[in-house]
């Protein structure tokens, strides 16, 4: 049964750090591109960084450029989105997602993506 397990979420202040895991099982994750999207309360889920496979070439939205940054241990079938600097406007579930196509340009786009895991919550309040 292929499944991804996001863990790592919680209630951190302003300025915090979180590290997010993304844990595959069922299918082996290094053949597959993993995006990692987030989902505010009314809004819709955008994304917020890409990791291909094979290379690890990675890829960011403007919003979290220099503050995330997303890598990948195929060894442990287990993707991190790594958090610093966090700011309120961060707070949303967050899930990761399998691509079959690596990044592309528009990797934001929720159509390239296959599973999803069930999300995990991140509140940044003081």
């Known amino acids: 049964q292929v499944q991804l397990v996001e863990s790592g979420g919680g209630l951190v202040q302003p300025g915090g750090s979180l590290r997010l895991s993304c844990a595959a099982s069922g299918f082996p994750l290094d053949y597959y591109s993993i995006g990692w999207f987030r989902q505010a309360p009314g809004k819709e889920r955008e994304g917020v960084s890409c990791?291909?496979?094979?290379?690890?070439?990675?890829y960011y939205a403007d919003s979290v450029k220099g503050r995330f940054t997303i890598s990948r241990d195929d060894a442990k079938d287990t993707v991190y989105l790594q958090m610093n600097s966090l700011k309120p406007e961060d707070t949303a579930d967050y899930f990761c997602?399998?691509?079959?196509?690596?990044?592309?340009?528009?990797?934001?786009?929720?159509?390239?993506?296959?599973?999803w895991g069930q999300g995990t919550q991140v509140t940044v309040s003081s």
């Open positions: 997602a399998t691509s079959g196509v690596g990044c592309p340009p528009t990797w934001p786009r929720i159509i390239w993506y296959d599973y």
């Open positions: 990791i291909t496979s094979n290379d690890g070439n990675t």
